[in-house]
Nanobody, 128 residues
Framework: QVQLVESGGGLVQAGGSLRLSCAAS????????MAWFRQAPGKEREFVATINWSGDGSTYYADSVKGRFTISRDNAKNTVYLQMNSLKPEDTAVYYC????????????????????WGQGTQVTVSS
């Protein structure tokens, strides 16, 4: 059983920054790819960023966050991060951490259906 617990959300003014964390437990964290998704009120859950299992720099971002957000991981701490800079009101959403189910896979997965494990989410609100 995989447990994912997000933290770091909150209220921030436009242009500000937040860093989200996702602590994982229950299996060998360093063997699996991780991702962040978000869901705004009345909208479908959307992909934000993903990082491969080794954290060797293999990442992918949604166009809407490219250049502003950075995903990273610390395998020694079983934690994945999402550094969010230059936040905009349209970034307001519940942010979810997700873990994939393919060990040592080099493929970067971009859809929610490809991730079997999810955290409970953390709210990010950006005021204008």
């Amino acid at each position: 059983q995989v447990q994912l617990v997000e933290s770091g959300g909150g209220l921030v003014q436009a242009g500000g920054s937040l860093r989200l964390s996702c602590a994982a437990s229950g299996r060998t964290f360093s063997s699996y790819g991780m991702a962040w998704f978000r869901q705004a009120p009345g909208k479908e859950r959307e992909f934000v960023a993903t990082i491969n299992w080794s954290g060797d720099g293999s990442t992918y971002y949604a166009d809407s966050v490219k250049g502003r957000f950075t995903i990273s991981r610390d395998n020694a701490k079983n934690t994945v991060y999402l550094q969010m800079n230059s936040l905009k009101p349209e970034d307001t959403a519940v942010y979810y951490c997700a873990a994939d189910g393919w060990r040592y896979s080099s493929r970067l997965r971009l859809t929610s259906a490809e991730y079997p494990y999810w955290g409970q989410g953390t709210q990010v609100t950006v005021s204008s």
